[in-house]
């Protein structure tokens, strides 16, 4: 579906000056015809047809002041006429159209968990009021299509990384419009649409990584293993989930801009189990760098002893003072020294 930029149309003002000058003529109309019906404008055939021509007017008059349409900086009004799309409406300004001509917008009434882009379900009315002509009020709902970038939050969804693990995720996507007459004719409802297709993005992406760093998996899809991740990977997994929705949403006219991972956490059935592991894993990591610098300031200091020839160890002493060192260095408590006053032998 091409997309047909009306801007032709900006004569709003003087359309409406034209038609409150028709209706004051038309009210005219009925005075002097009700005169000459008197018989004192002279004339009874002339009276009728004034008379007429001003009850016609102000009676369907009104229908010329639907034509009239006025758009806000980035807004789009997509318009049809008797079921065909004739063009959009793109630039602020005070238009005139067909008052048949009717506004197309079947996401208008939608809403999602995103920045607030249509009415709070009000009506706007307009009051046309003639002499001798009951008032009307005529309901017109707003039907103008968003152009600014607007966020979508999605609601956060369970899905199972590539080891199995339950892990629950939410996404924010910056998003919007760029061409009307897709998002309007090409989808049902552009906004449903794009909400779904994140989801849909969102378990194929997730399924590929793990939530941490594991072995032996390939998350490119070249055949080698990496290390890419959930936690550790986010803006790359963010871009390939921006990726796999701007493919999906693009016969809808929908530009995706960005997207960002809001939330992320094991599901709670297992998040207990994995704090423990990750809890465990830090331990372990913390063990290791202890026991590797207390390996080193042993060493360090068997050499300084010998170089500075302190004292002359022989290969028993020099077991038992690195068994004491270690004791000392890797303990988790303060060590609390015992005078040795004797010797050893």
Same mark, same amino acid.
């Given at each position: 579906? @091409?997309?047909?930029?009306?801007?032709?149309?900006?004569?709003?003002?003087?359309?409406?000056?034209?038609?409150?000058?028709?209706?004051?003529?038309?009210?005219?109309?009925?005075?002097?015809?009700?005169?000459?019906?008197?018989?004192?404008?002279?004339?009874?055939?002339?009276?009728?047809?004034?008379?007429?021509?001003?009850?016609?007017?102000?009676?369907?008059?009104?229908?010329?002041?639907?034509?009239? $349409?006025?758009?806000?900086?980035?807004?789009?009004?997509?318009?049809?006429?008797?079921?065909?799309?004739?063009?959009?409406?793109?630039?602020?300004?005070?238009?005139?159209?067909?008052?048949?001509?009717?506004?197309?917008?079947?996401?208008?009434?939608?809403?999602?968990?995103?920045?607030?882009?249509?009415?709070?379900? $009000?009506? $706007?009315?307009?009051?046309?009021?003639?002499?001798?002509?009951?008032?009307?009020?005529?309901? @017109?709902?707003?039907?103008?299509?968003?152009?600014?970038?607007?966020?979508?939050?999605?609601?956060?969804?369970?899905?199972?990384?590539?080891?199995?693990?339950?892990?629950?995720?939410?996404?924010?996507?910056?998003?919007?419009?760029?061409?009307?007459?897709?998002?309007?004719?090409?989808?049902?409802?552009?906004?449903?649409?794009?909400?779904?297709?994140?989801?849909?993005?969102?378990?194929?992406?997730?399924?590929?990584?793990?939530?941490?760093?594991? %072995?032996?998996?390939?998350?490119?899809?070249?055949?080698?293993?990496?290390?890419?991740?959930?936690?550790?990977?986010?803006?790359?997994?963010?871009?390939?989930?921006?990726?796999?929705?701007?493919?999906?949403?693009?016969?809808?006219?929908?530009?995706?801009?960005?997207?960002?991972?809001?939330?992320?956490?094991?599901?709670? %059935?297992?998040?207990?189990?994995?704090?423990?592991?990750?809890?465990?894993?830090?331990?372990?990591?913390?063990?290791?760098?202890?026991?590797?610098?207390?390996?080193?300031?042993?060493?360090?200091?068997?050499?300084?002893?010998? @170089?500075?020839?302190?004292?002359?160890?022989? @290969?028993?002493?020099?077991?038992?003072?690195?068994?004491?060192?270690?004791?000392?260095?890797?303990?988790?408590?303060?060590?609390?020294?015992?005078?040795?006053?004797?010797?050893?032998?």
């Amino acid at each position: 579906m @091409e997309e047909k930029i009306l801007q032709k149309n900006k004569n709003g003002m003087g359309m409406l000056l034209l038609f409150i000058l028709l209706y004051a003529a038309g009210i005219a109309a009925i005075v002097f015809g009700g005169i000459m019906l008197d018989g004192h404008g002279g004339g009874f055939v002339p009276g009728i047809i004034l008379l007429v021509l001003g009850i016609i007017y102000t009676a369907f008059g009104w229908i010329f002041f639907c034509g009239l $349409k006025v758009l806000k900086p980035q807004e789009a009004l997509v318009l049809t006429l008797f079921g065909k799309y004739i063009g959009t409406l793109k630039e602020e300004g005070f238009y005139y159209v067909n008052p048949f001509c009717v506004s197309v917008n079947p996401a208008a009434g939608t809403k999602l968990n995103q920045s607030g882009d249509v009415e709070n379900g $009000k009506e $706007k009315f307009l009051q046309i009021s003639a002499s001798g002509v009951n008032s009307q009020m005529i309901s @017109e709902s707003s039907k103008k299509i968003s152009l600014k970038i607007m966020t979508l939050n999605n609601s956060r969804q369970k899905v199972n990384d590539c080891l199995g693990n339950p892990v629950e995720i939410g996404i924010a996507v910056m998003w919007r419009v760029t061409n009307t007459a897709k998002a309007v004719f090409n989808v049902d409802n552009y906004k449903e649409y794009l909400s779904l297709q994140c989801d849909s993005a969102l378990r194929n992406i997730v399924r590929i990584y793990p939530y941490d760093v594991a %072995e032996n998996v390939d998350t490119t899809g070249d055949g080698v293993a990496d290390e890419g991740s959930l936690r550790g990977s986010s803006e790359m997994v963010a871009d390939r989930i921006r990726k796999e929705i701007q493919n999906k949403v693009l016969d809808a006219g929908i530009e995706v801009i960005e997207a960002r991972i809001t939330y992320l956490a094991y599901a709670p %059935e297992i998040a207990a189990v994995m704090l423990q592991r990750q809890q465990a894993s830090a331990i372990i990591d913390a063990r290791k760098m202890i026991v590797d610098g207390a390996v080193e300031m042993v060493e360090m200091a068997l050499e300084r002893l010998s @170089e500075k020839e302190v004292v002359s160890l022989d @290969e028993e002493r020099k077991a038992a003072m690195v068994s004491n060192l270690l004791v000392v260095l890797c303990g988790n408590r303060d060590a609390q020294p015992i005078v040795n006053s004797g010797s050893l032998y």
